[in-house]
């Protein structure tokens, strides 16, 4: 029998949820989203600063976003693509941002997870 990806990725969900890695919790504080809300500007400078076209929604209308879709889609020069999320230090990824990594890796792509600046400069370095 054989099961298609999103059946896959269900069942992967699913299984994670029993072992209770699913409960993640929400980015209330203040001091946290400043802190997330000041790595996107960082980031979206260097994007700037390199001429990359950067695909970002806005933060404060997340209905408006695919769920679970990465902060940053960045086209940078020489074809390369690069799928950034940006959290905090002690920031988590929720479920639904997990199944679209999980998805997004089927596919042959990376949703590369940053918390700092640096971590963001060192990706792209890599690339």
Known sequence: MRISSAEFLALQLRLQAKRGQSHESEHSAKASSNSEASLHQEILTECQRRQWL??????????????GEP????LQDG?????????????????????FAMMAELLGHKVNVVRSLSQFLAICEAK
Not at 54 to 67: D, E, P, Q, Y
């Open 71 to 74: 902060d940053f889609a960045i």
């Open 54 to 67: 950067v695909l970002h929604g806005s933060m404060a209308h997340k209905t408006f976003r695919t769920i």
């Open 79 to 99: 074809g390369r693509f690069l799928l950034v999320e940006a959290k905090t230090a002690k920031g988590k990824l929720t479920t639904a941002q997990r199944a």
